[in-house]
C-alpha cells in the first residue's frame, strides 16, 4: 500500500491525523540526522498496526513530504 505523507517535526505532540486526503504526521523530534524519519516509521507501525521493518521510505527522505509504502 503507497501512502503520501506529509511530515511536520518539531510539533508540540505525537500523531498521525488525515487532512485532505492525505496522512499528515506530527512528531516532537527534530528533522535532524533521520531522528524525524525514524520517528515518522515509529508512529506509522503504531498507527496501522504493523511492524516497523514493513515501513518503506519510498521518495523524499529529506522532505517534508513523503511516499510510503507499507509492504
Known sequence: MIYHVLVK??????????E????VVRTRKKAHDGEANTAVIKLLSEHFNTAKTRIVIKSGATSRHK???II
Request: aromatic share 0%; hydrophobic share 30%.
Open 9 to 18: 517535526p518539531g510539533s508540540s505532540k505525537d500523531e498521525v491525523v488525515e
Open 20 to 23: 485532505n486526503g492525505e496522512l
Open 67 to 69: 511516499i510510503i509504502e
